[in-house]
């Protein structure tokens, strides 16, 4: 900005004049595809959730944190971006080749810390806590938190997931495949607990992994909410591969919380809270008597 001036920023980083329907319709697709991006984070909420003293709280960390805090660095990003243009001659989206240009040791070096930050930090979020709560999980009494986070740590090395950065059809496809996965668990997340957990959780079987717990399901899995995943996921999956529904694979998450949550709805239409308490109830004074 110093360097360049204010004439030598452009918001349009495109050098292919668009209509009006076609800037809308790639503004849309963008949306859905930074939905599908956040869609981890956005189904392990629990996890930082629980770390929040109250909903007040939760609720202004994730006003500064996503809506204000996004929109402010992608407009850094744009200004950055757009100013390599007039600056070098041409359009740099890469950060590190962008600092390494500069010929400032200063600016290098605190273009290098602040990658090295912002790495950290979004990993942190993305990649290290849900994932070491989830192998915690899986078996509490053998892996920590700490150690769930080593496994995830060392998987995603094996994963070798700089090289999806070599394509940006390979990133895409990523991010609808990730979709097509998650959208189906979010809509089935919500259609449980608003349509026919009504709202109401029992904590204490929560923490009942045996037979007489009222989320033991059928041996510790809701066959129901399984039964609605998989064709869910499979259909998403396939659209994301077929060339012929391109234009749809990006909204992947949104097609998969409608098929989802409207299977699920539609097979637990008979578990609602009411009708699944009196059973419940009955269950336990037969087991008493």
Excluded at 127 to 132: I, R, T
Excluded at 144 to 164: H, Q
Excluded at 283 to 289: F, M, N, Y
Aim: charged fraction near 15%; proline fraction near 4%.
């Amino acid at each position: 900005m110093y360097t360049n001036g204010f004439d030598g920023i452009a918001f349009t980083l495109t050098s292919k004049a668009l209509s009006t329907s076609e800037q809308t319709w790639q503004m849309i697709t963008a949306t859905a595809l930074v939905v599908s991006y956040f869609s981890g984070p956005l189904l392990n909420f629990g996890d930082f959730s629980r770390y929040g003293k109250s909903m007040q709280h939760i609720r202004r960390g994730n006003r500064w944190g996503l809506p204000f805090n996004f929109l402010l660095f992608s407009v850094v990003t744009v200004v950055i971006v757009s100013g390599t243009r007039s600056l070098f001659g041409k359009m740099i989206t890469d950060p590190i080749e962008t600092v390494s240009l500069v010929g400032n040791d200063l600016a290098v070096a605190i273009g290098l810390l602040t990658m090295i930050t912002a790495t950290i930090g979004i990993n942190i979020v993305a990649n290290f806590v849900s994932p070491a709560f989830d192998f915690s999980n899986c078996a509490p009494q053998k892996i920590t938190f700490r150690v769930g986070g080593m496994i995830a740590a060392v998987g995603s090395v094996l994963l070798t997931p700089w090289n999806l950065f070599q394509s940006p059809e390979l990133i895409h496809y990523t991010l609808d495949v990730l979709g097509a996965f998650i959208g189906p668990l979010f809509g089935i997340l919500l259609v449980d607990f608003y349509l026919i957990k009504r709202g109401k959780v029992v904590v204490d079987d929560l923490f009942n992994a045996t037979p007489a717990g009222r989320y033991w399901y059928r041996g510790g899995f809701n066959p129901k909410a399984i039964a609605a995943l998989l064709p869910s996921v499979a259909i998403g999956v396939l659209i994301g591969f077929v060339p012929a529904m391109h234009e749809i694979a990006s909204f992947s998450w949104f097609i998969g919380v409608a098929l989802g949550g409207g299977s699920y709805r539609w097979l637990a239409r008979e578990d609602r809270e009411e009708a699944a308490t009196a059973r419940y109830m009955a269950q336990v004074a037969v087991q008493k008597e």
